[in-house]
């Protein structure tokens, strides 16, 4: 594991600063870097297994440092737009991701599935672009940061509700 380490660290010091300097962003260069050297790549990593529970563990934090930056009187000042906005993004784009895939053939349980889980988007990829481009606190960006919780939010009770279907 501490090779695969060696290389995921190595990879993003290069591919990162690179992707900054060309005015991509560092998501981007970390996803470059991934491609880069994983198992389609130059399979310069093989264990992706072993990788996948390191990554979801660093998904666990990520998410707890959020929690950790988000006041509970921010939440309530945006409380209209993390319920409103954001289940009507989830909710419409949702639906329309579903009706597609009933109408592409896909059994509803299938295409209910697919559908919610193309409308969620990545709350780290899109926070740290905002981030970077100092947006977080212009009007596009809270409404940005509203959407992303309650998708976060969102996630729990449909993944509770998943064996029903």
Do not use: N
């Amino acid at each position: 594991m501490l090779k695969e380490i060696a290389l995921f660290l190595a990879a993003a010091v290069i591919a990162v600063p690179l992707f900054k300097r060309l005015g991509l962003g560092a998501v981007l260069g970390y996803l470059f870097a991934g491609l880069l050297i994983g198992p389609s790549g130059l399979g310069l990593i093989e264990g992706v297994e072993r990788v996948l529970h390191v990554s979801e563990f660093g998904v666990v934090l990520l998410m707890f440092v959020i929690g950790l930056e988000l006041q509970i009187s921010r939440l309530w000042r945006l409380r209209a737009h993390v319920f409103g906005l954001g289940g009507a993004q989830v909710l419409l784009t949702a639906a329309a991701l579903t009706g597609c895939a009933i109408a592409l053939g896909l059994p509803s349980d299938a295409a209910i599935v697919a559908g919610f889980a193309l409308a969620m988007s990545s709350t780290a990829f899109v926070l740290q672009m905002l981030a970077e481009r100092k947006e977080l606190a212009d009007h596009h960006g809270r409404a940005a940061f509203s959407i992303l919780l309650f998708q976060d939010i969102a996630v729990i009770p449909f993944l509770a509700l998943l064996p029903l279907l």
